[in-house]
């Protein structure tokens, strides 16, 4: 039941061999000792053995009872007793250790073979001697049976009927609109089907599972038989908190399998936990009711002897951990470490939680699928089906595969202020959303309250308090703040609060304590409060001069790990400063220089020379950076990523920096500090990250910015050659790689604005997973191929592309005449050799091919190899290994390759002059030339076989 611990499971345990007794030293006080007794007692206890369940207690009757040592049997590593020997038999085996030394006279020894006596009807006694008997109890037969018998004085159905009322109650409706207590969705409604990706790392590469929902994580895998500790990431608004919420009323509805196997499940928002509070007191404030019969001391010693109980933490980037308190101890495992324990953050926490938890699985929300994003405008809108329309139509001629509407929280303001103005300006940015999101609220409370307003200047108490709020959120969130007192936001004055309440900008919430209740105030979400704090920023700077804005931002964002924690307050102070965000990007352009400049050659020359983590960790020299303990926090986020944990750091701030100019509008400035190098690196994209790619894809700045020379950067010896690559690399290098589900939309649809790309990489980017006709990765990218005339590398290697993909995508390849690397490997495109023949006689250039595991016959692989040799007379490497054919049949394509290279007009030269015998031999090097792995696979089962036919000779 729940993970790892079914009933099954249990039994299991109880079911291995059972092991000799020996005597141990004990002392007879731990008999009736209570739940803080010694922890080998304790182990003893839980541990199957004696004689089906029972235990057994030798006597002698004229010894005293006080209180003294007596010897207490213990498990010990030998060949176990069979369950059918006799009694005699097993007492003899009793015999003391040489650590086992109790200096009393032999006629006075009492031997005492104890684990917990029980009463009951089948409790029997032996007389062993002339004045000894033997006792024997009856116990539990079984560990589970032990638990129960431990946690039976727990009212564990009053405590699972409390929690799925309150959950049911609370979380199974929502009420999204803190200005609007009226509005309220269901919990599926607001879900929808959030795609969740799984995360495991397997040597030095990562495999991406899309799961239906956070619930089949829990189930076993090969590589995880009892996940135990699942992380979950997601961006701002992506729906971490909605999705936690989904599980636990399936859990209170008993909806799931999955989840049947837990007793008690408890969701704690992480945002509402006290320093001075414990774990029980969170649960008992946050979930129970104040006439709850059983207290928190009962509940502990319950969860700390049963293992069927899930915890689910929310909102790791909403609280500042402290190593003393309960939750950091839960994650570190140094408590209920039986327990299974999810949890949620943002990204920009994710190193910092790993490192503390240790996760076995790590899942990523993604956000809507397109097809969600329908269903859910829909869902909103109710009745009013025109209006859903026409927000459908509008959505889907520019916003369908944004960050934007994928996005759960940021699709219902989309939708919030659609309904009140249908011709809205929409956007891909997230500042004038909330800027128009502010608008409306004000709006709403003029016109309910005869307010004049115009639009233009904010009325006078509602500027006051907009002022108030914006210092209010910045310094709550530089103290790592999300809940205030209600003394915190009124400074006395109850207007003032109350206006705050009114526009919504403020939500007043129950007590997280119903034993010491206090009204409480936060923002509607956390993106809200960094909105309000990036005003904050804009509304300094504008009105300091530049020294004195420099300061601040030196002050809040000094080091790397500050920006990454804070990028959304950023990106918003970037959005509303207008051409004054120049002071910003300076900082940023600072900071990067001083603390991040010697990752930048090894960042981009990574996957250039294609080295593994494993190599790479091995040969790091980078331990000398100026901001160590920044980097370092990242190192985790390597664990689950093809890009090691400090490279990954240059990876989040270039991230960060790009999304911000994206906000200010102007890429120009980017591209002209960030982009010498001419090449665009990113691995595991998020989708607003890909909309701002999107849109510097097609500046025109990008295919005329100088080229700066990457001396460290080495080519692989895949290269199609050394010598030409430096000239080669005068265009575009784009490698997005292990990119999200569905999140490549909006780059897709640009590519061919940028005619420079020399090199495409897509590797590990979901391209053959099937969408919406109009946004199909792979029909997307057919269209935009043909539009690249200079590139010369394309990988679309472990993409689940299936043959329908290639027949769309192929194609479009002959128009890449440069074309001279192409990497298909891991991909099912069986049945595809057809249109293999009918490109390359257009790809003379081509002179590397890789369709490694394609799911190919060895008469596809022939029909190509003969293709090669016919139209591409530069090839090097053809890899076409794992493939569907066994020794034989790989034996007999590189027999008749060789022949047919024989046949060409280069050998036939040879043959004129040298012997026939040569001729081969250089075939055969031609042949090894294109395959030299396969090739050396050959030669060893060559040689084995002639070893053994010699070996039979003799």
């Known amino acids: 039941m729940g993970q790892g611990h079914s009933k099954s499971q249990v039994n299991e345990r109880s079911d291995k061999p059972r092991k ?138 009053e405590c699972q009927k409390a929690l799925k009322l309150h959950y049911e109650k609370e979380m199974g409706q929502l009420h999204p609109l803190a200005w609007n207590q009226d509005f309220m969705m269901k919990t599926d409604d607001i879900f929808t089907d959030v795609d969740l990706l799984l995360q495991s790392p397997k040597g030095g590469t990562v495999n991406r599972k899309p799961l239906s929902s956070v619930t089949e994580a829990l189930v076993g895998r090969s590589d995880c038989p009892c996940p135990q500790r699942v992380l979950i990431e997601g961006q701002p608004g992506i729906g971490k908190t909605t999705t936690l919420f989904k599980l636990v009323v399936d859990w209170a509805r008993g909806e799931n399998k999955a989840l049947s196997g837990f007793d008690l499940v408890f969701c704690v928002a992480l945002r509402k936990v006290a320093q001075s509070q414990s774990l029980f007191d969170c649960i008992f404030d946050q979930l129970l009711p104040e006439d709850a019969s059983f207290d928190q001391a009962s509940l502990e010693e319950y969860l700390r002897t049963n293992t069927n109980v899930l915890i689910v933490l929310d909102g790791y980037d909403e609280w500042e951990p402290i190593e003393s308190h309960d939750i950091s101890k839960v994650l570190c495992g140094k408590i209920l470490r039986d327990c299974c324990v999810i949890v949620s953050t943002r990204p920009s926490r994710t190193s910092d939680l790993s490192k503390m938890m240790r996760p076995d699985t790590r899942l990523e929300i993604n956000g809507f699928h397109p097809d969600n994003v329908g269903t859910y405008v829909r869902k909103y809108f109710g009745g009013n089906v025109p209006k859903a329309k026409r927000l459908l139509e509008k959505l889907e001629s520019n916003f369908l595969s944004t960050g934007i509407t994928l ?49 233009k200047r904010l009325p006078r108490n509602i500027n006051t308090a907009v002022l108030f709020v914006e210092k209010i959120a910045l310094d709550g969130l530089m103290q790592g703040k999300l809940i205030f007192d209600e003394d915190e936001v009124s400074l006395g004055n109850k207007e003032l609060l109350e206006t705050l309440v009114k526009l919504g900008l403020l939500h007043k919430q129950p007590s997280p304590s119903k034993l010491r209740p206090s009204p409480q105030y936060s923002f509607s979400h956390k993106t809200m409060q960094e909105y309000f704090a990036g005003r904050y920023i804009a509304s300094y700077v504008t009105d300091q001069d530049e020294s004195t804005g420099r300061t601040l931002l030196e002050e809040s964002f000094g080091t790397v790990r500050k920006v990454r924690e804070m990028d959304n307050v950023l990106m918003f102070a970037c959005g ?25 050659g090894n960042f981009y020359a990574f996957y250039d020379r294609g080295i593994t983590i494993k190599d790479w960790r091995r040969d790091r020299k980078l331990d000398s950076l100026a ?50 190098r001419r090449v665009i690196q990113f691995s595991s994209p998020s989708p607003r990250l890909c909309s701002a790619l999107a849109s510097l894809i097609k500046c025109e700045k990008l295919g005329q910015v100088q080229h700066d020379a990457l001396p460290c950067v080495t080519n692989t010896h895949d290269s199609a050659s050394k010598s030409e690559g430096s000239q080669q690399q005068t265009g575009i290098v784009l490698r997005l790689v292990h990119t999200r589900r569905l999140c490549l939309g909006p780059i897709l649809d640009t590519l061919g604005a940028c005619s420079s790309i020399v090199e495409l990489s897509l590797r590990q980017s979901f391209l053959g997973m099937n969408g919406p006709a109009p946004t199909r990765p792979s029909l997307q990218l057919s269209r935009q191929l043909p539009n690249l005339k200079r590139l010369r590398k394309l990988v679309l ?27 298909l490997s891991g991909n099912d495109i069986s049945g595809t050799s057809d249109i293999f023949c009918n490109i390359l006689p257009f790809l003379s250039e081509l002179k590397i091919l890789k369709v490694f595991e394609c799911g190919m016959t060895s008469d596809e692989i022939h029909r190509i190899g003969l293709a090669l040799l016919e139209h591409c007379r530069k090839m090097r490497r053809f890899d076409f290994d794992n493939n569907r054919m066994d020794f034989d049949e790989r034996r007999s394509v590189l027999k008749m390759l060789t022949q047919e290279m024989t046949c060409t007009t280069e050998h036939r030269q040879q043959e004129k002059s040298s012997s026939g015998d040569q001729s081969a031999q250089t075939s055969e090097k031609g042949v090894r030339r294109l395959h030299p792995s396969l090739l050396k696979k050959l030669d060893t089962v060559l040689q084995i076989n002639a070893a053994t036919v010699s070996s039979q000779q003799l």
């Open 627 to 676: 901001s160590r303990e920044d980097y370092l926090t990242f190192e985790m986020a390597g664990l689950f990523t093809e890009t090691p944990g400090i490279l990954f750091v240059y990876q989040t701030y270039l991230e960060t920096t790009l999304l911000c100019y994206y906000e200010w509008g102007q890429m120009d400035g980017f591209i002209e500090h960030y982009l010498r």
């Open 797 to 823: 290697s472990w993409n689940d592309m299936h043959s329908e993909d290639a027949r769309l995508i192929l194609p479009a390849l002959e128009s890449l005449t440069l074309l001279e690397e192409l990497y």
């Open 20 to 157: 000799r007794w020996s005597l141990r030293h004990r002392s007879r006080h731990q008999r009736t000792a209570g739940p803080d007794c010694n922890a080998t007692l304790a182990a003893q206890t839980s541990e199957p053995g004696a004689i089906d369940g029972s235990d057994v207690t030798v006597d002698n009757p004229e010894l005293p009872q006080d209180p003294q040592d007596v010897m207490a049997l213990q498990l010990r590593d030998d060949e176990p007793p069979d369950r059918d020997d006799d009694l005699d038999d097993i007492i003899a085996e009793v015999v003391p250790d040489d650590s086992a030394v109790l200096p009393i006279r032999q006629e006075d020894t009492s031997i005492m073979a104890y684990r917990t006596q029980q009463e009951g009807s089948n409790n029997r006694t032996y007389n062993i001697g002339p004045q000894s008997t033997v006792h024997i109890y009856e116990g539990p037969s079984s560990a589970e049976e032990r638990v129960d018998m431990n946690t039976s004085s727990f009212p564990l159905e």
């Open 576 to 600: 509303k400063l207008g051409r004054k965000a120049a002071v910003i990007f300076h900082h940023l352009a600072d900071l990067h220089q001083k603390d991040l400049a010697p990752l930048e």
């Open 407 to 455: 996005t759960p929280m940021f699709l219902l303001l989309i939708c919030i202020l659609w309904e009140e103005k249908d011709d809205l300006l929409l956007s891909d940015r997230l500042c004038p959303l909330y800027d128009q999101l502010i608008l409306y609220l004000v709006t709403r409370v003029c016109v309910r309250e005869n307010i004049p307003f115009d639009n």
